[in-house]
Structure formats: C-alpha cells, structure tokens
C-alpha cells in the first residue's frame, strides 16, 4: 500500500482575463519531498506557487494539504509559509522583530517568541545579529532572516519564490546548499519556483518543468536531464544544439540516413517512441566531441557525424567552445583545444548523448506508455 500524496494540486486551472496562465495541471507532493518548479519566465510556475499559497484563486481545480481541501482558505489557514523574491522584510524592525513577527500576529507569549526567535537565530547562523535592521545586513543574511520568519510559524510547507534571484553569484551558492540541508534536518515539504536549471539540479527531489501553463514534464534531476520527453524539455536542460535529420525504426535500432548535413548511422531505440521520417535531434555542446575534417582516427558505432566549419572560438573557462556552421544550422561544441576560424571539423556526437524525438503526432501509438508521467499521484494515491 502506498501513501497518499501530502500536497496536491488538481485539473487548477488560472486565467487573467482572456489568458490563460495555468491550464489543467496535475501535482503530487510527498510528505518531507523538496519539489522546484522551473521554467522560463510567463510559463505559470510562480502563479502556480500563488495557487498552492491560497493568494490567487484557481477558476477550476482544487488544492488539497493531507486530504483536506485548502482551495477556498485564506493563506494563513493553509499551514504554509512563503518566502518572497524580495524577502519582504520590515525595514523599520530587527532582525528578531523581523523573525518573530508570523509568531506575534497568532498573539503568541512574549517569552515563546523570544525563545523561537533564538532557535531561528542559531538556526540560521544569525546569533548575535538580533538587534540589526534589515539595512544593516548582507544579501545572504536577509534571506537567511526571512526563511527565519518563515520557519518560526513551523508550517507544515514551505514555499520559496525565487529567494535566491537577489543574491550574487559566489553566495547563491553557499545559501542554496544551507537551504537544501536544511530543509532535508527539519524534513520540511518545500516547492522552489526558479528559472535557475542547476539550482533546480542540486536543491530538489524532483524538478517539474512548466511551459505555457502545463506541466511538460516532472521527474528526478537525473530523470530530466537525462531522458527529457520532448524537444522542449531538451533545450531548457541545455540540449539547445538543434539539427533536423530523418530515419526509419528497424527493430531496437533507429537508423539515420546520410542527408545533407550528417552521415549515416544507427543509434538504440532505448524506449524512444520515433516513427519513421523526419526527427529532431539535439544536443548539449559539452557532449559532443570536435575533429578534424581529415582524422582518420576510429569513430564509435553508432556516433552522428556531423560535417561542419568552425565560425568562431571563445573561452568561458576550463574549455574552448565553438560555434560550427552545419549546413543552415549553427550549433556550439566543447573542446580542450581551440580550432582556427574557419576550419574544416566533424561534429561527433554519441549516441548516449543523442536525443531524437519524432514531430508532434508522429509518435507511434504506443508510444504513450514509454513516457515519464508528469507527477506522482498514481504512485503516491495508490490503486
């Protein structure tokens, strides 16, 4: 027997006027799971936060915390905390008036809320700054204050809403680690909304990827990364080479045909619903490795060949990445080296890198039952 889910989210559906912003989705969260909700900005995912909080209201669909339907409550009958964008810290009160503050609106005791403001305080590595205001803090600190408000309440979920945006790059990083073990010591339900792939990478349990209002899919880090269902979900993981190539399926096997900017090949099926003809393929620059046109050295079985010309050499660090004219398309491949502009190279991508995905309505049939669902609830609820 399997347990039910914690947090769900039934067919919500929002609309601003004439737009719809969340369409249909369907989300089950596990007791202690940490979930990120990710996408590209206008896909629905910080409204879909919003929703769960009980500050906008689905025009269909319901919300529900343990079985019990929140949809209609208020946000502070919903047991859950939110930590905004901004922080939203009161300038005017310190750092323990700041923390303490969800604890005075339920008119707790004086003496227990300066007793969980301490436990906060050495929570969040804040002792002895109880006395500063907001002003006088650091980025990291704010945010450390407000998830210290946020925690104090003890609410059942926590809700982050990109608390990492405002901080810079070398203290996002320390802060997103402090925030993933945290919440993993008071096994905490918590939903991330980021735009950010490797914050979502590193901080969640599973990632849920968001476009135009639906939910394109939702599985673990390695799960999405590594078998994205459709081209979009392929990009945004930074597969964003894209060449258009055609095939046929032969038993366990797709073959690729020679065309005008590949060579031919057979790579595995491996569970991909691909119909014969035309397919996209795509890529991640660091998977694909960069020769010359003339090496004659052994290429594997089953590698994509792309014949190409070097357009440009930059250096972000650790790498040289290129930009390769193949035929019409331009695509960036890795190398420890750099190549002259201008160069003559073949674009070698193997086949455990290669992500092929037949047009929209070309998939096979039965197809449907390859693909990774798009949340826990059939595992979670049970038969």
């Not at 309440?153 to 680690?177: T, W, Y």
Request: net charge neutral; aromatic share 4%.
């Amino acid at each position: 027997m399997t347990l039910a889910p914690f947090l769900e989210v039934k067919k919500a559906s929002v609309a601003y006027g004439a737009t719809t912003v969340l369409d249909g989705i369907d989300l089950a969260i596990a007791k202690g799971e940490f979930v990120a909700l990710l996408g590209s900005s206008g896909c629905g995912k910080t409204t879909l936060l919003r929703t769960i909080a009980g500050f906008v209201m689905p025009s269909a669909g319901t919300v529900a915390v343990a079985g019990r339907d929140v949809t209609r409550l208020p946000p502070d009958k919903r047991g859950m905390a939110l930590v905004f964008q901004s922080y939203a810290l009161w300038p005017h009160m310190s750092v323990a008036q700041n923390i303490g503050y969800g604890l005075k609106l339920r008119r707790q005791p004086a003496e227990a809320i300066a007793r969980r403001v301490a436990e906060m305080e050495a929570l969040l590595g804040l002792t002895g700054l109880s006395r500063r205001k907001p002003a006088e803090l650091s980025g990291g600190q704010r945010q450390r204050v407000a998830l210290g408000r946020a925690l104090a309440i003890d609410p059942e979920i926590l809700l982050l809403d990109e608390p990492l945006s405002n901080l810079d790059a070398r203290i996002r990083l320390s802060v997103r680690h402090e925030i993933r073990a945290l919440q993993r010591r008071l096994g905490i339900t918590a939903v991330h909304v980021t735009h950010d792939r490797e914050e979502a990478m590193v901080m969640a349990d599973r990632i849920v990827i968001l476009d135009n209002g639906r939910i394109a899919q939702a599985g673990t880090p390695e799960e999405v990364y590594n078998r994205p269902v459709s081209s979009f979900v392929a990009a945004f993981m930074g597969a964003e080479n894209r060449i258009g190539l055609v095939g046929t399926v032969a038993g366990d096997r797709f073959a690729i045909a020679a065309g005008p900017t590949n060579e031919p090949c057979s790579v595995p099926l491996s569970g991909r619903p691909l119909a014969d003809g035309p397919v996209v393929a795509r890529f991640r620059a660091e998977a694909a490795e960069l020769v010359p046109a003339g090496d004659a050295a052994h290429i594997p079985e089953g590698t994509l060949v792309l014949p190409g010309r070097v357009e440009s050499a930059s250096y972000p660090g650790g790498h040289w990445r290129h930009a390769v004219a193949v035929g019409p398309d331009t695509v960036l491949v890795d190398a420890p080296q750099a190549f002259a502009p201008d160069a003559a190279v073949k674009v070698c991508v193997p086949p455990e890198a290669l992500f092929l995905f037949s047009p929209a309505g070309a998939e096979p049939a039965a197809a449907g039952s390859s693909r990774h669902k798009t949340d826990k609830a059939s595992e979670l609820a049970g038969a």
